[in-house]
């Protein structure tokens, strides 16, 4: 029943690797989010988008790309992964009118030794 | 710029005792600002717990409750009795209607003793 869902919940990469997490809501909302969340810094927006084909910059978007293939589906790509992008890493979709709140997945804790 | 300022964390609190997590928030760029309280407990993702959006308003939620005080930018969580339950992160957001932007606090871990 659960309507934003993240895959996979975990994930260990290495260095240099390539790491896709996968997010799939059945909202149908058209905004779709990207979010990581490190101790002291709370939630920062990678990428979002407005809707299927749209991918748009957010505020530490630099190792990141994003993919929106449908309205329904939002993945983050990460081509080569660091350490540094050891995180844990949220998705959202959001409301295009009223308060624009925004409905968040559980999560994926990846980590990239 | 637009961002939000809240209580560092660990809030510790016994059972029953009363809540107060501040929130301050820049809205330079924000014309109408929507303001949000979202709670993550562990393991799970965020969930709204309240929200306010209209400046002089009151919202409340499974006890907790805010203002929007448009004069001091502030946005404070209160609770007159917590429960262990409650023991979570808590984030306070600002959000932007003209381009469906929500900005995040560093979020308050709370923890509530038995």
């Known amino acids: 029943e659960a309507a934003v869902t993240q895959s996979p919940r975990n994930k260990v990469a290495v260095t240099g690797g390539k790491v896709t997490l996968s997010c799939n809501q059945t909202n149908n909302h058209n905004n779709m989010y990207w979010y990581r969340q490190d101790t002291g810094h709370g939630l920062r927006l990678i990428h979002y988008?407005?809707?299927?084909?749209?991918?748009e910059k957010g505020d530490i978007p630099d190792g990141y790309k994003a993919s929106r293939p449908s309205q329904e589906n939002f993945s983050l790509i990460l081509e080569l992964a660091t350490p540094s992008q050891t995180s844990v890493y949220f998705c959202?979709?959001?409301?295009?009118?009223?308060?624009?709140?925004?409905?968040f997945g559980p999560g994926t804790r990846l980590t990239v030794l | 710029g637009d961002s939000v300022t809240q209580t560092e964390g660990p809030v510790t609190v016994s059972e029953s005792e009363s809540l107060i997590i501040n929130c301050t928030y820049s809205?330079?760029?924000?014309?109408?600002?929507?303001l949000f309280w979202y709670v993550r407990y562990p393991g799970e993702g965020l969930q709204l717990l309240l929200k306010?959006?209209?400046?002089?308003q009151k919202g409340s939620s499974r006890g907790f409750e805010a203002t929007y005080n448009k004069e001091t930018t502030s946005f404070h969580l209160q609770k007159a009795s917590v429960q262990e339950s409650d023991s979570a992160v808590y984030y306070c957001?600002?959000?932007?209607?003209?381009?469906?932007?929500?900005?995040f606090g560093d979020g308050t871990q709370l923890v509530v003793k038995p």
């Open positions: 957001a600002l959000g932007d209607s003209s381009n469906n932007r929500i900005f």
């Open positions: 306010v959006i209209t400046a002089g």
């Open positions: 988008s407005y809707g299927a084909g749209s991918t």
């Open positions: 809205a330079t760029s924000i014309a109408y600002p929507n």
């Open positions: 959202a979709s959001g409301e295009t009118w009223g308060t624009y709140e925004q409905y």
